[in-house]
C-alpha cells in the first residue's frame, strides 16, 4: 500500500483527501485513487492520461521520470506527493 | 431586450444587471479564476462556463438552480500509439483539451446539443446538456486539419460555431488559422469554405487558399442565413452565399484590423465592430475607444465614440468580448484592461460599467 498526498491548491476545486492504495507503479495507485474519486482524474491527468504539463509527482522525495506512462516504481509504503510544478504561472 | 451580461474575466465570472436604467455589477462566480467564455442557451435558460485552471487544466460548469456544478469537460480520444503531430514550430501536439475557445446552442429542434471548438482544433458535439461529449472524428481525422496552425494561440484553434436556426444539421465553424469549414449533415462530413479571404502572413501563392485565412471571428445573420460577417486578421469581409465567397471591405475609417464582429439578428447589412491600428500594433487609433458600425452591408461605417474613452485608451476588445442582445438593440464589450461599456441604442451611446475588472475574455448576453 502507497499514501498519496494531493497539493493543498488543488482542494478549493475538488476534494483530494489523503489516500491510500494498492499498486506497483505510480499508475497503479493513481488510478486505484481515481476509481474511488473520479473527478480528480482530470486535474491531475490530461485527456492521453498523461500528467498535466504543470504538474509534478515526487515518490519518496524523487521526482517521477516517467510522466507519460506514469511507470515508476512505487514500493509497499511509500508516499506520492501530488503537487503543482512551479512552471505554468 | 436582456436585462443581463455575463462578463468572463482572468480572475472570475462577473454578472452585469439592469436596476432601472443603471447597469451594476450584481454577482461574481469563480472568483480568483480564469473564466474564458460562457454560453446562455436560450433554449432552457441554462448557463455554462467554461474556466482554465491552469495546472489543474480545462474545466466547464453548467448553472443548476442552487448555483453552479462542473460537468464533463470535452476530451481528445486516445492518441494512436507512435503517431506524432506537431505544431509549425516542430513541438509534439497533446491531444487534450487545451482550451474551450467557442460554444454554442444546437438548434430549437435538438434541445440538450451544444457545440464546442477547443484548441488544439478539436471539435465537439454534447446532446445531454454537457453531461457528456463527442468529438467530431470527421473534422478531426479530415487530412486537411492538419494543415491548420496556430494563430490566436500557439495551437490551432475553432473560435466562432454558428448553426443554421432553420436546419440545425447545417453548421459552419472558424479556424484561427484554418479558415471556415461548413457541415450540411450535422458533422458526418465537412467542406472548407471562405473563397475570396486574403491572408498577408504567407507566401504569394498561398495568400488566397482558404485554409490559411486567419478569421478572428465569424458571425451569421439569423434571419439571412445568406449573409456572413468575419473580422479577418487582414481586414473585415462579407458574404451573401452562406460563406462559400467572401468580398473584402476596405477603406474604414479608423481601421478594417480587430477582433470581433456581431450582426443585427434580423437585418444582414447591419454589423459591429471594435477596431484596432493594425495587425502589429495592437490599441485604438490614437488612444480612442471606438466601435465602427455599419447598417449597409459594409459600403459605409458610422465611427460611434459617444460615452467611450477618447485619450488614452489602450483597451483591446478580444472575439468573443463584443455582444448584442437577441433583439438587436443592446451591445456589450469588456477589455483587456478592465472596462465593460453597455449600449442601450445600438452603439450610438454607451456607459461605462466598470473600468477596474481583471482582463475581460468574454461578454455574453444572458
Known amino acids: ?89 | 431586450m436582456s436585462d443581463k451580461i455575463l462578463v468572463s474575466t482572468r480572475k472570475g465570472l462577473f454578472t452585469v444587471s439592469r436596476n432601472g436604467r443603471a447597469w451594476k455589477i450584481t454577482a461574481t462566480d469563480f472568483l480568483g479564476d480564469n473564466v474564458t467564455l460562457t454560453l446562455t442557451d436560450a433554449r432552457d435558460g441554462r448557463h455554462y462556463a467554461a474556466l482554465d485552471h491552469g495546472h489543474f487544466g480545462v474545466k466547464l460548469h453548467r448553472s443548476t438552480a442552487n448555483g453552479w456544478e462542473e460537468i464533463a469537460v470535452p476530451a481528445y480520444p486516445p492518441k494512436p500509439e507512435g503517431y506524432e503531430e506537431h505544431d509549425m514550430w516542430g513541438r509534439p501536439i497533446n491531444w487534450s483539451t487545451a482550451r474551450i475557445w467557442a460554444l454554442a446552442a444546437g438548434g430549437a429542434d435538438e434541445p440538450g446539443v451544444i457545440w464546442c471548438g477547443t484548441l488544439p482544433g478539436g471539435l465537439f458535439r454534447s446532446a445531454d446538456h454537457g453531461a457528456s461529449w463527442e468529438m467530431i472524428r470527421s473534422l478531426w481525422d479530415h487530412p486537411k486539419r492538419k494543415q491548420w496552425m496556430g494563430g490566436g494561440a500557439d495551437l490551432p484553434g475553432i473560435h466562432s460555431i454558428c448553426v443554421d436556426p432553420r436546419n440545425s444539421k447545417r453548421v459552419w465553424i472558424a479556424v484561427s488559422t484554418g479558415g471556415i469549414w461548413s457541415t450540411q449533415d450535422a458533422g458526418a462530413s465537412w467542406t472548407q469554405r471562405g473563397e475570396g479571404m486574403r491572408a498577408e502572413h504567407v507566401p504569394p501563392e498561398l495568400t488566397h487558399d482558404p485554409i490559411t485565412q486567419d478569421v478572428h471571428c465569424l458571425v451569421q445573420c439569423p434571419a439571412a442565413t445568406d449573409r456572413m460577417w468575419v473580422q479577418h486578421h487582414n481586414g473585415i469581409f462579407v458574404s451573401s452565399d452562406e460563406g462559400r465567397t467572401f468580398t473584402e471591405i476596405t477603406d474604414v475609417a479608423p481601421s478594417t484590423f480587430g477582433f470581433p464582429v456581431v450582426v443585427h439578428p434580423r437585418e444582414p447589412d447591419t454589423a459591429w465592430f471594435v477596431p484596432e491600428i493594425k495587425d502589429e500594433k495592437r490599441i485604438p487609433r490614437e488612444g480612442r475607444l471606438v466601435v465602427s458600425r455599419t447598417r449597409d452591408g459594409g459600403r459605409s461605417f458610422d465611427v460611434l465614440t459617444k460615452g467611450l474613452p477618447q485619450s488614452h485608451a489602450y483597451d483591446v476588445v478580444y472575439r468573443h468580448a463584443l455582444a448584442l442582445d437577441a433583439a438587436g438593440e443592446r451591445l456589450a464589450f469588456g477589455s483587456t484592461t478592465g472596462g465593460v461599456w453597455v449600449s442601450e441604442d445600438q452603439g450610438d451611446s454607451w456607459t461605462c460599467v466598470t473600468h477596474t475588472l481583471p482582463p475581460v475574455y468574454a461578454v455574453r448576453f444572458a
Not at chain 1, 34 to 50: I, K, M, T
Open chain 1, 1 to 89: 500500500m502507497a499514501k498519496v498526498v494531493f497539493t493543498t491548491n488543488v482542494q478549493r476545486h475538488v476534494g483530494c483527501p489523503d489516500a491510500v492504495a494498492e499498486g506497483h507503479t505510480v499508475r497503479e495507485v493513481l488510478e486505484n485513487v481515481f476509481a474511488r474519486n473520479p473527478q480528480a482524474r482530470g486535474y491531475v491527468l490530461d485527456d492521453q492520461s498523461a500528467l498535466r504539463k504543470h504538474m509534478t509527482i515526487f515518490v519518496d522525495g524523487r521526482m517521477i521520470r516517467d510522466r507519460a506512462r506514469l511507470a515508476d516504481a512505487v514500493a509497499d509504503g511509500s508516499t506520492i506527493y501530488v503537487f503543482q510544478a512551479l512552471s505554468g504561472g
